[in-house]
């Protein structure tokens, strides 16, 4: 079965640094991969989206990878803040089924320094 | 534009006692999906439904049901809750294309003693 790992469930980091968050997966070829931002309380926020064909996605302070041979991608958060600090899920298409299914992994719970 | 909305925000049930969770969202999304959270087991799909008329099983669908209403609605039934269904559940709509991200409502937590 599809299986989704993060990680680690919890990350410190100083402010200022780079924030470096990792999603491996199993037994699938998705065409793309996406991330979310979930702060307590609330429900996941979608952030980024990448494609099978695209090695790299920007947006301000925020970097993904995908590399499709080792089955992995990364999630930079340069410059990081305190406001930054929230759980990261990485999410991968369901490969069978209608609708556009998600599996999400659990999660990387990210605190920022002062 | 309230996006995703989910009523109630909190419940606590009774074992055996039965409720149904309401969603709805205006964005005019054709897809809309239940999932529920446990710690440590990040978000689980229980139901879907591409599309209005149709619902499919997801990866727990045991003890829930659902009904999509119409496109806007999308709601889940607990029958006769149990422990076990302790947990926070999450609405989502999607529009229906390749690549869409999925919105999220706020949440309702729920407690079944």
């Known amino acids: 079965s599809q299986k989704i790992e993060q990680n680690s469930e919890a990350l410190n980091i100083q402010e200022g640094k780079t924030a470096t968050l990792t999603c491996n997966y199993t037994?699938?070829?998705?065409?793309?991969l996406q991330w979310y931002r979930q702060d307590p309380g609330r429900g996941p926020v979608f952030l980024l989206l990448?494609?099978?064909?695209?090695k790299e996605k920007r947006k301000e302070r925020l970097k993904v990878t995908f590399d499709t041979t080792l089955k992995q991608s990364l999630f930079h958060i340069t410059a990081s803040q305190p406001a930054d600090s929230a759980t990261y899920l990485c999410?991968?298409?369901?490969?069978?089924?209608?609708?556009?299914?998600?599996?999400f992994g659990s999660g990387t719970q990210l605190t920022v320094l002062p | 534009n309230a996006g995703v909305t989910q009523t109630p925000k909190f419940q606590v049930l009774k074992t055996g006692q039965s409720m149904t969770l309401q969603c709805a969202q205006d964005?005019?999304?054709?897809?809309m999906y239940w999932y529920r959270q446990d710690p440590g087991m990040g978000l689980r799909l229980i139901y879907y439904?591409?599309?209005?008329?149709?619902?499919d099983k997801g990866e727990v669908p045991n003890g829930y049901n659902v009904s999509r209403l119409n496109k806007r609605e999308f709601s889940l039934r607990l029958e006769s809750a149990a422990p076990s269904q302790t947990s926070v559940y999450f609405c989502?709509?999607?529009?229906?294309?390749?690549?869409?991200?999925?919105?999220f409502g706020p949440g309702t937590r729920l407690t079944v003693t």
């Open positions: 964005m005019n999304h054709n897809s």
């Open positions: 990448i494609r099978e064909n695209e």
């Open positions: 037994n699938y070829s998705p065409a793309y």
């Open positions: 989502a709509s999607s529009d229906f294309d390749g690549y869409s991200e999925q919105y």
């Open positions: 999410a991968l298409p369901i490969s069978s089924g209608s609708a556009r299914q998600l599996t």
């Open positions: 439904s591409a599309s209005e008329g149709t619902t």
